[in-house]
């Protein structure tokens, strides 16, 4: 769980330094899809999500 929190954070980084459009494009892919998942983990354990990540893309933009 650390490292996956540690990840998330490094795709947060990228969201705010990455030069291209693509590659903010991507940058948000990984982090929404990884706050996507600790949401859905927090939730199966019974654990709040109050004050974790979450996923902040739009409906058009989650993962399938």
């Known amino acids: 769980m650390n ?3 540690f990840d998330h954070q490094l ?3 990228k969201v705010d330094r ?3 459009a ?3 494009k991507d940058a948000i892919d990984l982090l929404g ?3 996507k998942r600790l949401a859905e983990w ?3 354990n019974g654990l709040s999500g109050q004050g ?3 996923d902040e893309r739009g409906p058009a933009e989650e993962d399938g």
Do not use: V, Y
């Open 18 to 20: 990455s030069g291209t």
């Open 33 to 35: 899809g990884r706050a």
């Open 52 to 54: 974790w990540p979450r």
């Open 3 to 5: 490292k996956f929190l």
């Open 22 to 24: 693509e590659e903010r």
């Open 42 to 44: 927090r939730r199966t």
């Open 11 to 13: 795709a947060a980084m």
